[in-house]
């Protein structure tokens, strides 16, 4: 289809290990969104991308978590050395524009840090 | 104090019933208003956008008080298929990229 698609749909690491979330959006969307959420709670923004610039990273937790969209489009999200805190689905949204349009979101990917 | 307030519930309503979710946001700047739907274990989907002169779509209705940074839902004659949980989001700046979500309110409609 045409929405936005996340993948792996489920990971399951080890402490300690990094991981890599892709995330591809609605083509030709400038705007993207990274949240996590954890059980019964709302998602937590995480950082914000137009285009191939990352221009909000105020909510990434810590120096683990990275994330990049080198071409604009598709974009990743990585936490290296994980740790159980990090267990969450992690939701990727995209916008057509940069003004008060709405996001569409992807499935998430549903991380477990064993 | 969080930036984005809602009662969490449970709402355990009839079918039939309306109810009704308020919202609270705390940043004055806040320019952009959503109400997005969250089924279980699946991703958040727009269910509508809150403009400053309040919106209705079918059963649903969108209210937004500038005044006092809040907004509301509500939901008449309410399906079974209604059961989900709401999902209140504010655009805390000028440029809307810093979007903020509230936790949620849980609604279940029984036969």
């Known amino acids: 289809g045409a929405g936005v698609s996340q993948s792996p749909r489920y990971k399951v690491a080890k402490r300690g290990q990094d991981v890599a979330l892709r995330c591809d959006p609605i083509?030709?969307?400038?705007?993207l969104f990274w949240y996590q959420q954890a059980l019964g709670q709302g998602p937590e923004f995480l950082t914000y991308?137009?285009?191939?610039?990352?221009?909000?990273k105020s909510g990434l937790p810590s120096d683990r978590f990275f994330a990049e969209r080198p071409e604009g489009s598709v974009s990743t999200l990585k936490i290296q050395r994980t740790q159980q805190e990090d267990s969450a689905v992690y939701l990727c949204?995209?916008?057509?524009?940069?003004?008060?349009?709405?996001?569409?979101f992807g499935d998430g990917t549903r991380l477990s840090i064993l | 104090r969080k930036e984005v307030e809602q009662d969490p519930g449970p709402f355990n309503v009839p079918e039939g019933a309306t109810v009704a979710f308020n919202c609270t946001y705390s940043n004055s700047a806040s320019q952009s208003f959503f109400w997005y739907r969250q089924d279980c274990r699946k991703e958040p989907k727009l269910l509508m956008s809150?403009?400053?002169s309040g919106n209705e779509d079918g059963r649903f209705t969108a209210q937004l008080n500038r005044a006092s940074q809040y907004i509301s839902l509500l939901i008449r004659d309410s399906k079974l298929s209604d059961s989900a949980t709401y999902l209140c989001v504010v655009g805390a700046t000028y440029n809307n990229n810093d979007m903020r979500f509230g936790a949620g309110t849980r609604l279940t409609v029984k036969p």
């Open positions: 949204a995209s916008r057509v524009g940069t003004g008060d349009e709405p996001q569409h």
């Open positions: 083509s030709g969307h400038v705007s």
């Open positions: 809150v403009y400053s």
């Open positions: 991308f137009q285009n191939e610039a990352q221009l909000d």
